[in-house]
């Protein structure tokens, strides 16, 4: 017996099926080991001697494995193909070694692209052992990731009070979005004015010319500072006499973008789909790893982590074959095209991101694809294929016209136009842009050299330079990737890290730094400048490839890095808040401290004679306040103008007063957002209430002041322990509380409403989850229980798929596929597991 081990259950039994019964493939559930996150988990003093750590549920499956293999021929690691599948290898092996069950069992490593009978069949034939480079690397990487977050994070703590954490590729991709804040922030529009004639050819027929120079000066963008020089210039064009230099008309040819790295995949589904980083990356997971179609359990797409553009000859056959077929031969090129991956340290053994059948058209799989799988595979397929086709034809003419004007200053006009003479691939693709407007296809009327053309009307139109956009997920990752930060595989979860740690926040697609993120910035580029620059992160990176092509010691790297980011660590230690403040004050001040409309001192404040303001630190982080505290207790939210300020207060007002006790309600806005307050008579500190996200601040009255303030609430009794469940609103969003243990809710508006038995549930469902109370991801409804009632679905849960019916949760059996599950299992399981939950209960009352 063979044991084959990969990473997921799925992957595990559509290989199961293609390998036969003389194998045994076993889902190691991704990495089996880690860091545990705690001092000394990497130790430099010791050479970076790492510990790792087996949690109880890997260990548990890793057992299962060791018996497995323990009684097997031969061990096979069958991980994914890149950095991180040959380290879970390297780790499953390192555990079976330490069991001592592996013996002299012959141990091979294969690698495949895509999970078809034809891939898998053709790697096993190709094994080879486990590349001791590549785990370097990820030893490297991953003591590097360790050492910074657990030294730097401490220090952040410590002097800048409410900061989260800080990372080595985290706090680079950070900088990125606050550097464009800055920029935006500094930024002073300049005025322009363009003219543009509207001319009639002899025909009559009308076409705009621009003015391009003046008394032979080519003009620049802003040569037309202001409106009295842009309306000589109109009136002069007006009455003057232009005839037509020159006709020149050429050929364009615009050709298709390459397939899909993970990047630009994620860049186009962030454009054309809307979708996250980590959502594309979710979606493109299942694609990977098989859906069921017409009772196959089928791979959609080759691996979805991989940074090259080449696919292989005969992918590329199939697609010559598919564009011929469905287009016609004059959408197929006379030869093939062939890409060159142009991002550094690109690992060319990979492949591009694309169909593992080309033949497999969209519309033959969407019915066995939930909507958003069905999108993302016809956005990877369209790409492919269009990748192939043949180039978009254009003729573009330029114009040139030049006369007289009416003040008798030589005046030059061009006209430009674009007209597709063949769509080419562009008949069924069309690479998305971010913030720059495609060029408009623009036809020319005919227009003969020499002709006088007519003046309609002459028009001058005033713009104002924009700062930069800022960033969307696309554009992040599209220069994160230009500048060498990080690697593709890990955009997505860094992205995902900086919203869950409030360094930013997304706002219409467009990512803004929070207070907090830009604080951490600040600092980190005060006190640790080499660490957030692009350059020496790129360059690590680049180290870090060298260390997976076995050109250096991953050891090696490692000793460079940490003499001397300990020194600076080191450094720190002396260092008092308030030069840290200081420093944040001067690095922030176009944010924290924007020029007054009277262009007095930035710094003044309003409330008081002579004091000035600063960021100060308190409990809950960073706020502005008075340099005359207590005397002046000014403060300010972080962010937040003096004007907006001033606005805020002025929008304080009573809602009414608490009918049992008579005192005043407010509503109020803090340093922290809008609150609710409840005015005390006795001097007391008044109760308050911030308002949740999602209510709007400005409907709130009275009633729902007082329930706000009056949270938590007690929802009922617990039925297994009798303990008080609670609902309330805090950091996190809405939640019940039971025993210290917390779940979320849906919404603000259910803690008010939340009964015993819901309560009940997300308890429960948080418990099986092991997660913060997201709800589970539906794979299959299966209608309601024929005997019990009540709704029964499988769900995807965070250690695999379970059938849910009410306050039950039966996990599928190994092997049991979601989507194959029948009414009849799920009401034995559900039953199997209604009586274990007896047992148990029995057991403890005894």
Request: glycine share 8%; with cysteine.
């Amino acid at each position: 017996m063979n044991v084959v081990i990969v990473e997921s259950p799925a992957k595990a039994k559509t290989i199961n099926k293609y390998l036969g019964s003389d194998y045994e493939v076993y889902a190691s559930f991704g990495h089996v080991r880690d860091l545990p996150p705690k001092d000394g988990s990497v130790r430099p003093d010791e050479d970076f001697a790492m510990t790792w750590d087996v949690d109880a549920k890997a260990r548990k499956r890793m057992n299962e494995i060791a018996s497995a293999v323990k009684s097997s021929d031969r061990l096979i690691l069958a991980t994914d193909p890149d950095r991180e599948g040959e380290a879970i290898s390297w780790h499953v092996l390192e555990y079976l070694r330490q069991k001592k069950v592996l013996g002299d069992k012959p141990v091979e490593r294969v690698v495949f692209n895509a999970i078809t009978k034809t891939a898998i069949l053709d790697a096993m034939s190709h094994p080879r052992e486990i590349d001791e480079p590549l785990v370097d690397a990820y030893l490297a990487r991953r003591a590097l990731d360790y050492l910074v977050g657990f030294t730097l994070s401490p220090v952040l703590w410590r002097k800048l009070p409410g900061a989260r954490s800080a990372g080595r590729v985290q706090s680079v991709s950070l900088r990125l979005v606050c550097d464009r804040e800055k920029e935006i922030e500094t930024f002073i529009s300049r005025e322009y004015w363009s003219i543009v004639a509207n001319l009639n050819n002899q025909e009559d027929k009308p076409f705009d010319a621009r003015l391009v120079s003046l008394e032979g000066e080519k003009l620049d963008r802003f040569a037309v500072p202001n409106g009295e020089k842009a309306e000589a210039i109109r009136a002069s064009i007006e009455a003057g006499s232009f005839t037509v230099k020159s006709v020149d008309t050429k050929p364009q040819k615009r050709h298709p973008a390459p397939p899909f790295t993970t990047s630009t995949l994620q860049q186009e589904a962030s454009r054309k789909l809307n979708f996250a980083a980590a959502h594309t990356m979710r979606l493109a997971q299942r694609l990977y790893e098989g859906i069921n179609i017409g009772g196959e359990t089928v791979g959609l797409i080759t691996y979805m982590r991989t940074d090259g553009v080449q696919i292989i000859p005969e992918a590329v056959d199939a697609c010559r074959d598919v564009i011929g077929g469905e287009y016609g031969s004059r959408y197929l090129p006379e030869k093939p095209r062939f890409y060159k991956t142009k991002a550094k340290n690109a690992q060319e053994a990979h492949e591009a991101v694309r169909p593992t059948s080309l033949s497999r058209l969209p519309k033959d799989v969407a019915g066995a694809l939930d909507p958003e799988q069905a999108k993302l595979y016809e956005l990877i397929w369209k790409r492919t294929i269009a990748s192939q086709m043949a180039s978009a034809e254009m003729e573009r003419t330029t114009i040139e016209i030049a006369g007289p004007g009416g003040d008798d200053r030589e005046i030059g006009l061009r006209a430009t136009g674009t007209v597709m003479a063949f769509d080419g691939y562009l008949t069924l693709y069309q690479e998305g842009t971010d913030d720059e407007e495609d060029e408009k296809s623009t036809r020319l009327p005919r227009v003969n050299n020499g002709e006088t053309p007519k003046i309609n009307n002459v028009a001058a139109n005033q713009h104002f330079t924009e700062p930069p956009p800022r960033y969307t997920e696309a554009t992040l990752v599209k220069r994160m990737e230009e500048l060498g930060i990080g690697r593709p595989s890990t955009f997505a979860s860094t992205l995902s890290v900086l919203r869950e740690r409030d360094y930013v926040r997304l706002d219409k697609k467009r990512l803004i730094p929070e207070g907090k993120g830009r604080l951490v910035t600040a600092f980190l580029e005060n006190f640790f400048p080499r660490y957030v620059e692009y350059d020496f992160t790129a360059d690590l990176e680049e180290k870090l490839d060298l260390v997976s092509n076995g050109e250096i010691e991953w050891k090696d790297l490692l000793r460079e890095f940490w003499t001397a980011f300990s020194e600076t660590v080191d450094g720190t230690k002396e260092l008092r808040i308030t030069q840290v403040l200081d420093a944040l004050n001067e690095s922030l001040k176009e944010h924290v401290f924007p020029i007054p409309e009277d262009g007095g001192d930035r710094r003044a404040c309003k409330s008081c004679e002579g004091g000035q303001l600063s960021l100060k630190v308190g409990k809950f982080g960073a706020f502005i306040g008075c340099s005359n505290y207590p005397e002046c207790r000014f403060t300010r939210q972080l962010g937040l103008a003096d004007s907006d300020q001033n606005k805020a207060a002025e929008s304080d007002k009573v809602l009414g007063n608490d009918p049992d006790s008579d005192e005043e309600i407010m509503l109020k806005n803090g340093r922290f957002g809008p609150y609710v307050e409840r005015k005390a008579e006795d001097e007391k500190k008044p109760q308050r209430a911030s308002i949740p996200k999602g209510l709007d601040p400005d409907t709130v009255d009275l009633e729902q002041a007082l329930q706000l303030l009056s949270l938590p609430r007690e929802v009922g009794l617990h039925p297994e322990s009798g303990n008080i469940i609670t609902a309330g609103l805090g950091r996190y969003g809405p939640f019940v509380l039971h025993d210290g243990k917390y779940a979320n809710l849906s919404s603000w508006e259910e803690v008010f409403s939340v009964g015993i038995n819901r309560a009940v549930t997300v308890l429960a469902e948080k418990k099986e989850r092991g997660g913060r109370g997201a709800t589970a991801k539906s794979l299959k409804d299966l209608g309601d229980h024929p005997d019990l009632g009540g709704k029964m679905q499988v769900l995807d849960g965070r250690y695999g798929p379970y059938i849910k019916h009410g306050k039950i949760n039966a996990t599928l059996p190994k092997g049991v596929a979601p989507e194959e599950v029948t009414v009849e299992q799920a009401v034995t399981l559900i039953a199997e597991k209604a009586a274990k939950g007896s047992g148990r209960r029995k057991k403890a009352k005894k």
